[in-house]
């Protein structure tokens, strides 16, 4: 296992809430990414952050925002939140940003919106 | 733009069985290739990664991958597999351009049975 850890592991909201997903970098990595993995379906980028800002974006509207901290910890933030954003959602850690680094992945939450 | 293409999304074999699984990639620059592979209930794993050099790369447990430029593929294959191998496998790309963004696939679902 990696040394990248997630909270909560599973999370209930309904339409229209607000959620925040964490997320703990392994030792010495200062680069974050996150991902959205519906059901079925692979993993899809979000966002990534580097040494506290944001680094390249996906597809995703604005009420999906995130935060990466000094100790290069990270949340994503999902306001108005909707059904089809029901997913396992991911992050991912590393050195600096590039190409070929590996990445390292949380266990992910599960978000269920009813 | 980048897609990955994961052409099946159920194997199922017998144990001792050789696999492959397949992955076929579209750019329009040089890539990154990857497989990640997700056990029930956890986030992903790094199996084995195609930078540079040589085209054959091999994993720790018998895995190995063939990067093809002509064919644009990166197919997976082991000659003989355990039920420990029961997970799903995710080919991912990325490119040099934007620092770490992996492309992923639908990921297949690799079933070995007795």
């Known amino acids: 296992e990696t040394g990248v850890t997630q909270s909560p592991t599973h999370l209930i909201k309904t339409r229209g809430q607000q959620v925040t997903l964490r997320c703990s970098s392994q030792?010495?990595?200062?680069?974050v990414s996150w991902y959205q993995q519906a059901l079925g379906q692979g993993p899809q980028f979000i966002f990534q952050y580097y040494r506290e800002e944001e680094n390249g974006r996906g597809n995703f509207p604005p009420r999906f925002s995130g935060l990466q901290f000094p100790n290069y910890s990270s949340e994503l933030n999902v306001n108005a939140l909707e059904l089809d954003d029901s997913a396992l959602y991911l992050c991912?850690?590393?050195?600096?940003?590039?190409?070929?680094?590996?990445?390292?992945f949380g266990p992910g939450t599960r978000l269920t919106v009813l | 733009a980048q897609s990955v293409t994961q052409l099946d999304s159920q194997v199922p074999v017998f144990e001792e069985a050789p696999v492959e699984l397949r992955c076929n990639y579209s750019s329009s620059v040089s890539v990154y290739l990857f497989w990640y592979v997700q056990y029930p209930n956890q986030g992903l794993q790094l199996l084995l990664k195609?930078?540079?050099?040589?085209?054959l790369v091999e994993s720790i447990n018998g895995f190995e991958a063939e990067f093809n430029k002509s064919q644009t593929s990166f197919h997976l294959r082991k000659p003989s597999v355990h039920i420990s191998d029961t997970a799903e496998y995710f080919c991912?790309?990325?490119?040099?351009?934007?620092?770490?963004?992996?492309?992923f696939g639908r990921g297949t679902q690799l079933t070995v049975w007795p």
């Open positions: 030792s010495g990595h200062n680069t």
């Open positions: 195609y930078l540079s050099g040589s085209t």
């Open positions: 991912a790309v990325s490119i040099g351009s934007t620092l770490g963004r992996l492309y």
């Open positions: 991912a850690t590393s050195g600096v940003p590039s190409s070929y680094n590996e990445q390292f």
